[in-house]
């Protein structure tokens, strides 16, 4: 359990791995998607492929909003 309330799930879209540092971007139903970048050991601990189910957990001290005109 995770005091963060702000989670989504969703599926990883892609993957790439680039030395100490990984890519997944995760697809969350429709068009939308979040990108994270996280170390490449995390992504191998978590076991992370494309297709796999996770959660997007987003704990942040600003989180922007924006309207249409």
Do not use: Y
Not at 20 to 38: F, N, P, R, Y
């Amino acid at each position: 359990m995770l005091s963060a309330r702000n989670q989504l799930k969703g599926v990883v879209k892609s993957l790439a791995i680039e030395g100490i540092m990984a890519e997944v971007v995760v697809a969350l139903g429709g068009d939308q998607e979040v990108v994270s970048v996280i170390t490449a050991s995390s992504a191998r601990r978590l076991e992370l492929e494309v297709g796999k189910t996770v959660t997007v957990v987003i704990k942040s001290t600003e989180v922007m909003l924006a309207t249409d005109p």
